[in-house]
């Protein structure tokens, strides 16, 4: 292990511990995670590809990467460049609290891959956050971004805290303490961070204004995701639930789906991307019966009403208020993973579904994954068996990113997106990703995931072949 801080000679606090300057302007504990960049494979032994010090998911994601490579044959040793991150930082993020107190917080960033260019991804605050989880989905927006087509690599990043439990004022300070702790990693050309799991636009501004102050220099384009008012984009908001309206249309033949007609759709999650999605869908003539939250599940065989629904939500907290139509409320979250229809979404946090015995309890013909790896790869071969077609995250979530991509432009050009410009790239972009899974599932005769992860993949190995290989070096 490499280990710096800043203040340089300064002692490092014990455990839970943080100075007591006036400022609380934190000494960062930097982790730079030494990770062995060669790996030995025999020819085509991507059975099972040999990683040092990895966590139990970003082994389980990359389980689902290695069967991929495998379909197209891909070389070992270029895959083997995806096999690890290529930097990660872990920090302490350490405040003052209102009432006076000293809080320190773990925080991570990790940049998994830059082969297609500056690291993306979200910053999210939660207590749930760790190290392997930061990883795993760094190591998925690297899918994601090369099955979208777009100049980046995979980053995320988090800091291990309740937000619920933070006053604004903290919040800020959490916010700009995670800049000051990795900002020698981020950077418009470098990093791109953008929203994740409870924060937003205040937090993208928060954050962008303190790493203008490191840089010396405004730059809006370092951060995605910002209010419109300070370089944000109209339609990033709800890009990511739009996508994936976007994505299940141009995939649900290929899901099982009648082609044509309202479809019926239970959902758990009524987050921004789950809203989105939702008012997407019922526009668009899907009814959604089942809508699930962290207190419990409410559903309506005849639809319910999604801007009722939204003003239930937001009034009382919870989808179990809402009382129109014929609904029914119950205090059980897991209710609509049981629930009858024809898509199920999964817009909440990942890990619902683990393994075969979850997938006995579900009663659709295809799964949207709205949220990042909500089912697990020991689950994929019992949905297989059962016939569950899955539209995956790398492509049903891709609109946040791609919309982030637009934002990052319009940072650099300092020229503003119309609008209707910014949906007409979302649903090109989306539309395009589509295509690409489509055409590789038909060619290759292979589901729906397996061909997402060809194509990006065969977009990460042509980047990374363009180096050399060991037909353009030999073999001594």
Sequence with gaps: MLKAFSAASQKAPGPGQVRADEDLKPIIFLTIKERPHAHTFSPMNTEKLETTDMGEQLAAAQERMTRAAKVVGLEDEVVSHLCNPIETLAASVNIR?????????????????????????????????????????????????????????????GVEVDAHDLSTMEKERVARGYVRAMGKILGPDRDVPAPDVATGEREMAWMVSEYSEIAGAILPHAFTGKPVALGGMAGRTPATGRGGHIALEAMRDLAG?????????????????????????????????????????????????????????DEQGKVGAYDGGNAKASDDPEQVLSTKCDVLVF???????????????????????????????????????????????????????????????????????????????????????????????????????????????QRLCAAISAHGTRADFGKS
């Excluded at 309202?262 to 921004?272: D, K, R, S, Y």
């Excluded at 089942?290 to 559903?299: N, Q």
């Excluded at 979850?358 to 994954?369: G, P, T």
């Excluded at 060619?443 to 061909?451: F, P």
Aim: glycine share 12%; aromatic share 6%.
């Design 97 to 157: 609290r209102d009432d006076g107190s000293a809080l320190a917080l773990k925080a991570w960033r990790c940049r998994y891959n830059s082969a297609l260019g500056p690291t993306k991804g979200g910053i999210r605050f939660h207590p749930s956050v760790h190290l392997d989880e930061v990883e795993t989905l760094a190591f998925l927006m690297t899918m994601k971004c090369a099955l979208m087509g777009l100049p980046f690599g995979g980053g995320k990043g």
């Design 257 to 313: 789906l009648d082609e044509d007609g309202g479809l019926t759709i239970a959902m758990q999650g009524f987050g921004n991307a789950g809203r989105w999605f939702a008012d997407a869908a019922a526009k668009a003539g899907h009814r959604i019966v089942a809508v699930a939250d962290s207190s419990g599940t409410v559903s309506d065989p005849d639809g319910l009403d999604i801007d009722a629904l939204a003003k239930a939500k």
């Design 347 to 457: 817009a909440a946090l990942g890990g619902v579904i683990a393994d075969a015995q979850d997938v006995e309890q579900l009663d659709c013909k295809a799964i949207l994954e709205l949220a990042n790896r909500p089912i697990l790869p020991a689950a994929d071969d019992a949905l297989e068996d059962a016939g569950i077609e899955v539209v995956p995250d790398i492509l049903a979530n891709g609109g946040g990113v791609t919309i982030s991509h637009a934002e990052w432009v319009q940072g650099r050009q300092g020229i503003d997106w119309a609008e209707e410009d910014v949906a007409d790239y979302l649903e090109e972009t989306v539309g395009d990703a589509a295509q690409k899974v489509r055409e590789v599932m038909q060619d290759r005769d292979t589901g729906m995931r397996a061909a997402a992860y060809i194509v990006a993949l």
